[in-house]
């Protein structure tokens, strides 16, 4: 079993940056590939980015060359530095740890860039 907290969502202005932390615990080195959704009002929740356990990372093309997704040196934690905010990413933002066992999520942050 893996649980995840994550932290870092906030208000921010148009051009502005975040850095949300996903932080897992529990059974941590069965997970193979950590992901960041999002999912707005009245839409489906949306792949956004993942690192995998060797560290390859895939982005969604909205979102390449803005945003980073990162593990820190302990490992237990994921993060995604978003910059240039635009008012439309406003959403709940998930992350999503995936092992052999089956996928997990966290309860998710609200981040809200104003126009």
């Known amino acids: 079993q893996v649980q995840l907290v994550e932290s870092g969502g906030n208000l921010v202005q148009a051009g502005g940056s975040l850095r949300l932390s996903c932080a897992a615990s529990?059974?941590?080195?069965?997970?193979?590939?950590v992901g960041w959704y999002r999912q707005a009002s009245g839409k489906q929740r949306e792949l956004v980015a993942h690192?995998?356990?060797?560290?390859?990372?895939n982005y969604a093309d909205s979102v390449k060359g803005r945003f980073t997704i990162s593990r820190g040196h302990a490992k237990n934690t994921v993060y995604l530095q978003m910059n240039s905010l635009k008012p439309e990413e406003t959403a709940v933002y998930y992350c999503?740890?995936?092992?052999?066992?089956?996928?997990?999520w966290g309860q998710g942050t609200q981040v809200t860039v104003s126009s």
């Open positions: 690192i995998t356990r060797g560290g390859s990372t």
């Open positions: 529990g059974s941590i080195f069965s997970i193979d590939v």
């Open positions: 999503k740890a995936m092992d052999g066992s089956g996928d997990y």
